[in-house]
């Protein structure tokens, strides 16, 4: 079932008008989930606000009758400087999951980034679409995990896989906690509540099969619900991880590889030398350290540590087209972004999601023309003011 008519869409002008149709979509506890970062989120909060600091100051008497807001982001062209974001469990949100998010992204020729703790399988979402699709991996203790999710990624035809490296353990998500999201979910009759005001999603969710971690059901023997899943995740990330097991991915997958997570110039300076396609800037959206930085923040220093020898991709905070034109003037080839085609998924799967395209693919031609720039590529620190 799906009860979103496309004209409630059509009046969602931004994406937090999308936020607002998915909190009165998703169970709270859900919402929560997607929406909230680590402790006092202060780090979620200023991943948004960074951008202010900065002003976009238009050029005129340019000839904008031809806009480009296309690209090209490891080795693919793009229509837009858009990627989507890893993001594990999306069918939590809507049953669709990826069966959205993928064909929504393919349709928009922006690359998806598929989660390793994703709700449909490498395989699945190989088929699901023609467009760009990477692979978000992490270094497993058990280095078989690596190896098999690699090849599984070559076979179904990914073109980029991207290495997570901020996740030793999960943040300290207090909404979560608060809210009692925990695996297995324990039916208290506050979630229960929660859930039946949201009928439509309460409906899909009983009428279709648990969502759980597809890539790795059929590796663990025994009980495979997502609760034990989840803690075998947790207990496979590496603790110890180093560049030497970069190193090792990078020769394994023999492919474009952006390294994700990186806030440090020395971190990115190295990325850049060992040969890494892409850092992508980013503080996984402020839910695993809090205070961390805001990735808009450290993206002038990261870029000058690059210096041109690998693309680099900000990630975090993004909800508006004059933020990606901000991250472009700073240096960032194109931005990723978690949580807004996710609201797009709560609001209206596919349909909603696609919404979210529109909407910053249509602010950013539109932002685009009045700053008096004809073609992304031309964006840089001429179109920029920063306040402090
Ligand atoms: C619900 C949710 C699940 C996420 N799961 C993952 C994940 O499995 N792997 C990963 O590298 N990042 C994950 N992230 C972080 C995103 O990839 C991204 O860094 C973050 O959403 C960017 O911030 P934004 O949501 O403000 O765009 C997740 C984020 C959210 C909101």
Same mark, same amino acid.
């Given at each position: 079932?799906?009860?979103?008519?496309? *004209?409630?869409?059509?009046?969602?002008?931004?994406?937090?008008?999308?936020? #607002?149709?998915?909190?009165?979509?998703?169970?709270?506890?859900?919402?929560?989930?997607?929406?909230?970062?680590?402790?006092?989120?202060?780090?979620?909060?200023?991943?948004? #606000?960074?951008?202010?600091?900065?002003?976009?100051?238009? $050029?005129?008497?340019?000839?904008?009758?031809?806009?480009?807001?296309?690209?090209? /982001?490891?080795?693919?062209?793009?229509?837009?400087?858009?990627?989507?974001?890893?993001?594990?469990?999306?069918?939590?949100? $809507?049953?669709?999951?990826?069966?959205?998010?993928?064909?929504?992204?393919?349709?928009?020729?922006?690359?998806?980034?598929?989660?390793?703790?994703?709700?449909?399988?490498?395989?699945?979402?190989?088929?699901?679409?023609?467009?760009? *699709?990477?692979?978000?991996?992490?270094?497993?203790?058990?280095?078989?995990?690596?190896?098999?999710?690699?090849?599984? @990624?070559?076979?179904?035809?990914? #073109?980029?896989?991207?290495?997570?490296?901020?996740?030793?353990?999960?943040?300290?998500?207090?909404?979560? /906690?608060?809210?009692?999201?925990?695996?297995?979910?324990?039916?208290?009759?506050?979630?229960?509540?929660?859930?039946?005001?949201?009928?439509?999603?309460?409906?899909?969710?009983?009428?279709?099969?648990?969502?759980?971690?597809?890539?790795?059901?059929?590796?663990?023997?025994?009980?495979?619900?997502?609760?034990?899943?989840?803690?075998?995740?947790?207990?496979?990330?590496?603790?110890?991880?180093?560049?030497?097991?970069?190193?090792?991915?990078?020769?394994?997958?023999?492919?474009?590889?952006?390294? *994700?997570?990186?806030?440090?110039?020395?971190?990115?300076?190295?990325?850049?030398?060992?040969?890494?396609?892409?850092?992508?800037? #980013?503080? $996984?959206?402020?839910?695993?350290?809090?205070?961390?930085?805001?990735?808009?923040?450290?993206?002038?220093?990261?870029?000058?540590?690059?210096?041109?020898?690998?693309?680099?991709?900000?990630?975090?905070?993004?909800?508006?087209?004059?933020? /990606?034109? *901000?991250?472009?003037?700073?240096?960032?080839?194109? @931005?990723?972004?978690?949580?807004?085609?996710?609201?797009?998924?709560?609001?209206?799967?596919?349909?909603?999601?696609?919404?979210?395209?529109?909407?910053?693919?249509?602010?950013?031609?539109?932002?685009?023309?009045?700053?008096? @720039?004809?073609?992304?590529?031309?964006?840089?620190?001429?179109?920029?003011?920063?306040?402090?």
């Amino acid at each position: 079932m799906d009860s979103t008519p496309s *004209k409630v869409l059509a009046k969602c002008h931004n994406i937090d008008d999308l936020r #607002s149709l998915a909190q009165r979509k998703v169970p709270k506890l859900l919402f929560d989930f997607m929406d909230g970062g680590a402790e006092d989120e202060v780090a979620l909060r200023r991943s948004r #606000s960074g951008f202010d600091r900065y002003q976009l100051v238009p $050029h005129n008497f340019v000839d904008v009758s031809k806009i480009n807001i296309s690209t090209e /982001v490891m080795g693919r062209k793009i229509d837009a400087p858009l990627i989507v974001s890893p993001t594990g469990l999306p069918k939590l949100f $809507h049953h669709t999951g990826e069966e959205s998010l993928v064909p929504a992204a393919g349709k928009h020729n922006i690359p998806y980034t598929l989660s390793s703790a994703s709700s449909t399988s490498i395989e699945g979402v190989g088929n699901l679409s023609s467009g760009p *699709k990477w692979f978000q991996i992490y270094v497993w203790k058990d280095r078989a995990i690596v190896r098999d999710f690699i090849e599984r @990624c070559k076979g179904a035809g990914f #073109s980029a896989l991207c290495l997570t490296i901020d996740v030793p353990i999960t943040g300290n998500r207090e909404r979560d /906690v608060r809210n009692g999201l925990a695996m297995p979910l324990k039916m208290t009759p506050t979630i229960a509540f929660d859930m039946l005001r949201k009928p439509a999603w309460l409906y899909n969710a009983l009428t279709h099969p648990l969502p759980t971690l597809a890539n790795l059901v059929d590796r663990v023997e025994g009980d495979t619900s997502a609760a034990d899943l989840s803690r075998y995740t947790e207990e496979q990330l590496d603790k110890a991880i180093s560049w030497d097991d970069a190193a090792e991915m990078k020769e394994q997958w023999g492919g474009p590889l952006g390294i *994700k997570g990186v806030l440090r110039a020395e971190d990115a300076d190295r990325a850049a030398e060992m040969g890494f396609d892409s850092v992508i800037v #980013s503080n $996984h959206g402020g839910r695993q350290l809090d205070h961390s930085p805001a990735p808009i923040d450290v993206l002038p220093e990261i870029a000058e540590a690059v210096d041109g020898r690998c693309q680099i991709i900000l990630d975090g905070g993004v909800r508006r087209g004059t933020d /990606v034109l *901000k991250a472009l003037c700073l240096g960032a080839t194109a @931005c990723m972004a978690g949580r807004p085609y996710l609201f797009g998924l709560g609001a209206g799967g596919q349909a909603g999601v696609e919404r979210a395209m529109e909407i910053l693919k249509g602010e950013i031609h539109r932002d685009l023309m009045i700053l008096g @720039c004809a073609d992304v590529k031309d964006l840089g620190p001429q179109f920029l003011r920063r306040i402090d």
